[in-house]
């Protein structure tokens, strides 16, 4: 069954403390693997796409890297303004369904001052 | 530089009320997706659509729901006879394009409650 998982559940860090989240996937055949950031109370926000293996991107104190069977998503000295939930995303590969993201449960990262 | 817009940002309906909910695509995006975040769960897809077509909906209930996305107007899911298992919030995505590693684009989503 194509799952994705994403650990840790919560994570606090003082700010300026640098950490990694991790999302691992058994998808069949990765097409596209998402990152999102989610503010309570909205919609996610785009971050990072990545599509294949050795990839990375990166973007202000983040940066996303693929392996065959997982993403990382650093967070290097981080703001309290980085508080936020990380969501992971990959495509699902079956028949009629290849367009619909599956969603991992989510990082929930708090940054304290 | 509007973004995905979804309306209302909140609605209350009683149980057996019908809800309706809007949500209008990126300028340029013709494909909308719709999923669903119960509390205290993750995202799940209910819905894929371009304009006049239901592509996919492999993840809507079977019964009370429906989606569409008329020609003219914004994409409108609709839940009939609302149930409190129905409180959650709706979000609506749109891509440019429909292929696998297009970007879906999030609005701020609709937050249902059921009294």
């Known amino acids: 069954e194509d799952q994705v998982t994403q650990s840790p559940e919560a994570l606090r860090l003082q700010e300026g403390e640098s950490s990694s989240l991790n999302c691992s996937y058994t998808?069949?055949?990765?097409?596209?693997l998402f990152w999102y950031r989610q503010d309570p109370g909205k919609g996610p926000e785009f971050l990072f796409t990545?599509?294949?293996a050795g990839e990375e991107k990166e973007k202000e104190r983040l940066k996303a890297t693929l392996t065959k069977k997982e993403s990382f998503l650093h967070i290097t000295a981080p703001k309290p303004e980085d508080s936020a939930t990380y969501l992971c995303?990959?495509?699902?590969?079956?028949?009629?369904?290849?367009?619909?993201?599956?969603f991992g449960s989510g990082t929930q990262l708090t940054v304290l001052p | 530089n509007a973004g995905v817009m979804q309306n209302p940002r909140h609605l209350v309906r009683r149980r057996g009320q019908e809800a309706r909910l809007r949500c209008s695509p990126m300028?340029?995006?013709?494909?909308v997706y719709w999923y669903r975040q119960l509390p205290e769960e993750g995202l799940k897809f209910m819905v894929y659509?371009?304009?006049?077509?239901?592509?996919?909906e492999s993840g809507m209930p079977k019964e009370r729901f429906s989606a569409e996305f008329p020609k003219e107007g914004p994409s409108i899911l609709r839940i009939q006879q609302v149930v409190r298992g129905d409180s959650a919030a709706y979000f609506c995505?749109?891509?440019?394009?429909?292929?696998?590693?297009?970007?879906?684009?999030f609005g701020p989503g609709t937050r249902l409650t059921v009294l």
């Open positions: 995505a749109s891509s440019a394009a429909g292929g696998y590693t297009d970007t879906q684009y």
């Open positions: 659509l371009q304009k006049e077509n239901i592509i996919d």
């Open positions: 990545l599509y294949s």
């Open positions: 300028k340029g995006h013709s494909h």
């Open positions: 998808v069949s055949g990765l097409r596209g």
């Open positions: 995303a990959v495509h699902l590969i079956s028949s009629g369904s290849a367009r619909q993201l599956t």
